[in-house]
């Protein structure tokens, strides 16, 4: 469960703007995402080594 505590005279926008921040680095949307449909192990198996090619690419770029 995620939650901020509002300081007093705080504006609104500026305790939403710090719980979206908070929401996104907590990577429940991803989760929620990845909950909501099956993939075969086979097709997890094929975007698992996809995202480490690009890693690896993205990493020997930087260098």
């Known amino acids: ?5 509002v300081q007093e005279n705080e ?5 939403i ?3 979206k921040k908070k929401y996104e680095r907590s990577g429940i949307l991803k989760e ?3 909950r909501t449909y099956y993939t ?4 997890k198996k094929r975007m698992k080594k ?6 690896a690419k993205r990493t020997s770029d930087e260098s």
């Open 1 to 5: 469960m995620i939650g901020i505590i």
């Open 11 to 15: 504006p609104i926008d500026r305790a």
């Open 17 to 19: 703007k710090r719980f």
């Open 32 to 34: 929620f995402k990845k």
């Open 40 to 43: 075969k192990p086979s097709i």
């Open 50 to 55: 996809q995202k480490a090619v690009r890693r």
